[in-house]
């Protein structure tokens, strides 16, 4: 004789396990081809830059596509190598100067922000209000006073010629990232404040021991947004630096185009290929802490 075996239950309140399946698949793979379209619309300049430098000057007028017949990787050593001075010698005041706007953004930002969200001065809510309203003004409409102080200063073309680039970063000037700071400062809890001062922390104190730790994640997305601002920076470079020496990337890559209207297409962007490392490396290295400063200082809503 023979018995049927009784199927085990499926468990109180469990859904089928074949019911939905095919429609939550067919959505995933509709938002899975969304999403690749719109990246591979976005990555589309990048790939056809990325060809176009591996192409030869005659491929690059008859050719349009990504992909080139006949690689031409000469470009590059061309292109580092097209001018008096390296190209190397570009990326190296780039960096100088990139590095020290981080450095000074940081720094004086920070302070100010502090300031502005732990401090008790007069006046302070008018002059907050002031720097938020610098954030309304463009940034080309303050060239010309701009470089009219540094010029009545002699800061303009002297020995060092950065100075007008780098000095204002030191003085808290980006009012973004002050008020970002602001935001994620006020964040922090007053008590901790109140209970350095019980210690004994003098406000510098307290700054130093309880504000500066804790203020990594807005530091790391201050770090990352003047690092790629002002590694991308032309207009402002272009009107402060005027010997090839002193030239940044971005400055730099005008000069394959001469006054001819003459221009080495190919080695011009096996170069801006090469300048976009540095970037890509900086973002990448620091993009989970970019993600983790957005989260807290105030910039989700």
């Not at 992909?67 to 005041?93: A, C, H, I, K, M």
């Not at 080309?140 to 009545?152: A, C, K, N, S, W």
């Not at 808290?172 to 990232?177: D, N, R, S």
């Amino acid at each position: 004789m023979v018995t049927e075996t009784a199927a085990p239950a499926a468990p109180p309140g469990a859904a089928p396990a074949l019911s939905r399946r095919p429609g939550r698949t067919g959505r995933h793979i509709g938002r899975l081809l969304i999403l690749v379209a719109i990246l591979a619309l976005v990555l589309y300049p990048l790939f056809w830059m990325i060809g176009t430098s591996l192409k030869s000057p005659e491929e690059i007028v008859n050719n349009i596509g990504l992909l080139p017949r006949e690689l031409t990787p000469g470009n590059y050593p061309d292109g580092w190598r097209n001018f008096d001075v390296s190209f190397g010698r570009f990326f190296v005041n780039s960096a100088m100067v990139s590095l020290l706007t981080v450095l000074g953004n940081a720094i004086s930002c920070l302070l100010a922000a502090y300031a502005f969200a732990r401090l008790r001065f007069r006046l302070r809510g008018f002059w907050f209000a002031i720097m938020i309203g610098t954030l309304l003004l463009p940034g080309h409409v303050l060239i010309v006073p701009q470089y009219i102080l540094f010029r009545t200063f002699d800061m303009v073309g002297g020995p060092w010629p950065y100075l007008p680039l780098v000095v204002p970063q030191f003085l808290a000037t980006e009012a973004f990232f002050v008020f970002l700071m602001v935001q994620f400062i006020r964040g922090i809890p007053r008590e901790l404040d109140e209970a350095a001062k019980i210690d004994g922390a003098s406000p510098f104190g307290i700054f130093r021991h309880v504000i500066l730790p804790l203020s990594r994640p807005a530091l790391v997305t201050t770090a990352i947004f003047s690092f790629i601002w002002t590694w991308n920076d032309f207009f402002r470079q272009l009107v402060y630096l005027s010997d090839l020496e002193d030239y940044t990337v971005p400055v730099a890559l005008t000069l394959f185009i001469d006054s001819t209207s003459q221009s080495a297409v190919g080695p011009m962007f096996a170069m801006s290929v090469l300048s976009l490392l540095p970037v890509f490396l900086f973002f990448v290295a620091f993009q989970r802490m970019l993600v983790e400063g957005l989260n807290t200082t105030g910039l989700k809503g």
